[in-house]
């Protein structure tokens, strides 16, 4: 459809500038991972920028911001391992499971450090897992959290969940106690607060969440948000403080290929194995797990293992570099 001035609508050029990379930003407590996008898009004049992975209004620390190309990579960052520290205050539920909600249940039990720990066991490795109902899951459509708000009664089913490491850092008093917890994908600290509060006898809340890894990226990359956002005063913030798009998949396991295997999956063939025996990285899932496909010291693409096959899923090359 024509406009007043003869252009069409979708040819319109995106308003901003083109930046392409990632931006790892330490954000502070009270505002959730979409106000960081909408302050940062604002502050570099910038045309696409996204988030990869949610943290509640409560929560701080890493928060990687895709510019440009980088939003492509989102999904794998949103894949990778992550590490919290949290603090679980017991003796106080809340709706939220968090310090922001109103209380539910209270408890005069307190576990002692022994029961904490007999009790962590049960939720490392794969585990199931029941939302906050304050969470950002559709039922019949809406969003849990906008059906909680209305005062709807809010019911969400078990959902598998990856803990690797679940351990008691700091018992700080009877009520307080700090935990380390390392997950993969989909995995909700509040839901892992609440649950093994009920499991030693009492219940509880997070109290303070923050988080210190994503992938590759952790608190050496972060930047306070507030370095990154200006006033009418100061200039935008400079792209060099981008990392490149690719810095999202380092720890992705990488494979070696010649420039005619990499010919091959450029144009979505599938390869067997059996030509990679002996360079298919030991980090590397047989069944399903990615890996990075170098040609040289070039990042090529993304491939995915499964079926005795390597399958390309996302390539780089060309268009993502």
């Known amino acids: 459809m024509a406009g007043q001035n003869g252009f069409r609508r979708g040819n319109r050029k995106p308003k901003g500038r083109p930046l392409d990379g990632w931006l790892i930003v330490d954000k502070p407590t009270g505002m959730g991972s979409t106000d960081v996008v909408t302050k940062l898009k604002r502050a570099f004049e910038a045309q696409k920028v996204g988030h990869g992975g949610t943290l509640d209004p409560l929560a ?95 019911e969400l089913q078990p959902r598998p969940a990856r803990v690797d490491r679940f351990e008691l850092v700091e018992r700080v008093d009877d009520d307080t106690a700090v935990f380390h917890v390392q997950s993969g994908k989909g995995v909700y600290m509040r839901s892992l607060a609440r649950d093994l509060a009920r499991a030693c006898g009492t219940v509880g809340h997070i109290a303070a969440l923050r988080r210190l ?38 720890d992705i396991p990488a494979l070696a ?39 040289g010291e070039r990042l090529m693409g993304l491939c995915r293992l499964g079926e005795g096959l390597l399958r390309p899923e996302r390539w780089l090359a060309r268009s993502d570099r």
């Open 213 to 250: 890894r994503v992938g590759p990226f952790n608190e050496s990359h972060a930047i306070p948000l507030d370095r990154l956002v200006v006033t009418e005063d100061t200039p935008p913030p400079s792209p060099a403080l981008l990392l490149p798009v690719t810095t999202a998949l380092d």
């Open 257 to 295: 290929v010649t420039e005619a295997e990499a010919a091959r999956l450029s144009f979505g063939q599938d390869l067997s194995l059996v030509e990679f025996m002996g360079r298919v990285p030991q980090a590397a899932n047989p069944d399903g797990g990615l890996v990075r496909v170098l040609s």
């Open 60 to 154: 701080t620390g890493i928060l990687p911001i895709a510019f440009g190309a980088a939003t492509k990579a989102v999904p794998y960052v949103m894949d990778s391992t992550k590490v919290y520290r949290f603090t679980l205050r017991m003796g106080d539920e809340r709706d939220s499971d968090d310090a922001d909600g109103k209380t539910i249940a209270t408890s005069d039990h307190r576990p002692t450090n022994e029961q904490i720990e007999a009790a962590l066991p049960a939720f490392r490795g794969d585990i199931m897992q029941v939302p906050p109902i304050y969470s950002a899951i559709k039922v019949n459509g809406e969003r849990a959290y906008d059906l909680a708000r209305e005062g709807q009664v809010v």
